[in-house]
């Protein structure tokens, strides 16, 4: 069975007890200290020894260019995070004291952070669009038929484009041929225009120009639609389409039910039934924070996968399922603090993963970013312990 069959059985809740991690996301100094701590990589330009070395083929998972939603600038994958702004803003640096800097970023925004750290939250001190004409001129970096979106060999497997090394076999030909997992970072509806606004200025704005806010969520849903809508008519079907929004905190979301189905719900409808009409298996909402409130909402527009499952937002999986049942993919929800604190910890979140896989539909993960608190020694015993879980031999594998 293939890499790609597995993950759609899994997605069908037909392969209980089949260990598949849709990804390793670790911040780049958590990365850093596994390399003192004696992680076996030498390339640290790319996340391909990394996911060899973790995953193996047999979890690999690309995605697809164009990119809808957000990216990671940085190395493997990592902050600067930017929009599908195209071009994006040329960094301009306002003031420098030796300790700070101020300046204009990718996407637009003016923010304040320490020099040389790209990862950590900045002080936002503006935002690109303030009002209909910074949005009109903003929008048009935003355009889907931009001829840099879908480059001369989009559609064909290199190895430049690749998060694992590329076979041999693969080479050169259409994506469809792939024995892979791949999908594409394709949607934000109201994540990326709080994030062109501010969440303060956005929501002044819900009140004293809600046209303006409509138009936004229009934009998204037409670059949302019209990349996908290319990627389907070159004969290139796709395993997940991720939904980027983080329109959550700890505690609950940070809009309201009403405006989401108001506002939200007709146009992720738009979206979701194209996704569903290519055959899309799992369409994945990605918000940190506590989701409970919007999970529901998510369901009924038919959104039928979420990630992360912040642990310290309050959480669980095993509630999730029972609310949810076969209509709710999870991907996560192995608590990073767990991971941090050692064996006694991470067997409880064993415990835990041993109870989802064994229903099938869940894909353990980290519940965000894998912090630099966690040791080596501690993500190998919980991929080792992990790995055990499987009721496939051959796909059971053992970190060196």
Sequence with gaps: MTTRERFKEICKFERPNDIFTFGLFCWNETYDRWMKEGMPVKNMENVKEINMLFLGHENQNEAIAPN??????????NPPWAPPLIPLFDIEVLKDDGEHIELIEKDGSHVRRRKGDFESMPQYLGYPVTDRKSWEAYKKRLDPASPERFPEGWDIMTDDKMMWPLKPEHEGKSWEERDFVMGMFAYSLCGMPRNYMGLENFSFAVFEDIRLIEDMLDWQTHLAYELLKKVFAAGIKLEWVWVW???CFNKGPLITPKFFKEFMSPRYKKVIELLHDNGVDAIIVDSDGNIDELMPLWVDVGINATYPLECAAGNDARVLR????????????IDKIALAAGKTAIDDEITKTKELI??????????????????YDNIKYFFNESYKLSDYPELKK???
């Excluded at 064994?358 to 040791?375: K, M, N, Q, R, T």
């Design 68 to 77: 809808g939603a957000i990216q990671g600038l940085g190395k493997n994958l």
């Design 245 to 247: 929004e983080d329109i």
């Design 322 to 333: 029972k609310k949810f049942g076969k209509n709710l993919i999870m991907f996560g929800n």
């Design 358 to 375: 064994a229903e099938s539909g869940f894909f353990p993960g980290c519940d965000h970013h894998v912090p630099p608190e966690v040791s």
């Design 398 to 400: 053992k970190i060196i």
